[in-house]
């Protein structure tokens, strides 16, 4: 049997750009082959024991292993109850160390839009041109929302919209259930200091983990939910996520049905 040629530089870049592989995780590579090779490291004498000190709150440096998830959680909702302002929820969750997509991802995709608007667009997470940007929904997907609330007399100086998860996960991968625990008081903080008088939940992913619903979107689409902040109830529609609909344009008439019920709420409060 003749061995088939090696893949050229050209071929292995074309195909991880098709696996998603976009981005590098450190500045330069590592030889992995050559560390197989190196030899095992000299023991070192062990430091005399100290007496226990008081536990601090975790930390994460860049590149560490981040916190385990109960107490990345706990920190995150402490953390987002304590933010007075949207500008205040941002600065912490700039610092905020306790998820480990902050470390893969570029940048922080907060929001855009109006924080006064009495409507909220809440997707999944950012992708390559929003990480790039820092901006949600500015690629093609973005593009189509731009079109959507368009067509109902909105644009971005009339409505705010952020996503679960705000930074990009690697390779544009699902967030995990673990990440997305993480994230979510971020997110409900957010919701209740822009308090919208409409909630739209784009896609399955959103309309699950704000909703508590466990339906796919093709049952909860187009239908009313009432979301809870503690100090009041938000009417909450779900309906298809641009990039599902760029994908399944039939849909497209299905989600302006979303839309007209969304304008009209808007129009009779």
Same mark, same amino acid.
């Given at each position: 049997?003749?061995?088939?040629?090696? @893949?050229?530089?050209?071929?292995?870049?074309?195909?991880?750009?098709?696996?998603?592989?976009?981005?590098?995780?450190?500045?330069?590579?590592?030889?992995?082959?050559?560390?197989?090779?190196?030899?095992?490291?000299?023991?070192?004498?062990?430091? @005399?024991?100290?007496?226990?000190?008081?536990?601090?709150?975790?930390?994460?440096?860049?590149?560490?292993?981040?916190?385990?998830?109960?107490?990345?959680?706990?920190?995150?909702?402490?953390?987002?109850?304590?933010?007075?302002?949207?500008?205040?929820?941002?600065?912490?969750?700039?610092?905020?160390?306790?998820?480990?997509?902050?470390?893969?991802?570029?940048?922080?995709?907060?929001?855009?839009?109006?924080?006064?608007?009495?409507?909220?667009?809440?997707?999944?997470?950012?992708?390559?041109?929003?990480?790039?940007?820092?901006?949600?929904?500015?690629?093609?997907?973005?593009?189509?929302?731009?079109?959507?609330?368009?067509?109902?007399?909105?644009? !971005?100086?009339?409505?705010?919209?952020?996503?679960?998860?705000?930074?990009?996960?690697?390779?544009? !991968?699902?967030?995990?259930?673990?990440?997305?625990?993480?994230?979510?008081?971020?997110?409900?903080?957010?919701?209740?200091?822009?308090?919208?008088?409409?909630?739209?939940?784009?896609?399955?992913?959103?309309?699950?983990?704000?909703?508590?619903?466990?339906?796919?979107?093709?049952?909860? !689409?187009?239908?009313?939910?009432?979301?809870?902040?503690?100090?009041?109830?938000?009417?909450?529609?779900?309906?298809?996520?641009?990039?599902?609909?760029?994908?399944?344009?039939?849909?497209? !008439?299905?989600?302006?049905?979303?839309?007209?019920?969304?304008?009209?709420?808007?129009?009779?409060?």
């Amino acid at each position: 049997m003749i061995p088939e040629p090696a @893949p050229t530089v050209r071929e292995l870049l074309a195909f991880y750009l098709e696996a998603g592989v976009d981005c590098a995780l450190a500045e330069e590579p590592i030889d992995r082959l050559a560390e197989m090779d190196a030899p095992p490291p000299v023991p070192r004498a062990a430091a @005399p024991v100290e007496a226990p000190r008081p536990a601090a709150a975790p930390t994460v440096i860049r590149g560490e292993a981040a916190p385990a998830p109960d107490v990345a959680i706990a920190s995150a909702r402490e953390a987002a109850r304590t933010a007075p302002t949207l500008e205040a929820l941002r600065e912490l969750m700039q610092g905020f160390e306790g998820c480990a997509l902050k470390h893969t991802a570029t940048r922080l995709v907060f929001a855009d839009g109006n924080p006064q608007a009495r409507i909220m667009f809440v997707g999944e997470a950012p992708g390559r041109d929003e990480d790039i940007e820092g901006l949600p929904f500015v690629g093609r997907s973005g593009k189509l929302l731009d079109l959507m609330i368009g067509a109902i007399g909105l644009n !971005r100086t009339t409505a705010y919209i952020a996503n679960v998860i705000p930074w990009r996960p690697p390779g544009n !991968r699902t967030p995990t259930p673990q990440e997305t625990q993480v994230c979510l008081p971020f997110i409900q903080r957010q919701i209740e200091l822009v308090n919208p008088d409409v909630l739209v939940t784009l896609g399955n992913p959103s309309t699950q983990t704000l909703l508590g619903t466990r339906e796919g979107i093709m049952r909860t !689409r187009g239908r009313w939910f009432d979301y809870e902040t503690g100090a009041r109830t938000i009417r909450a529609l779900p309906t298809f996520h641009p990039a599902y609909l760029l994908r399944s344009p039939s849909y497209k !008439r299905l989600a302006w049905q979303d839309l007209r019920a969304i304008a009209k709420v808007l129009a009779a409060a």
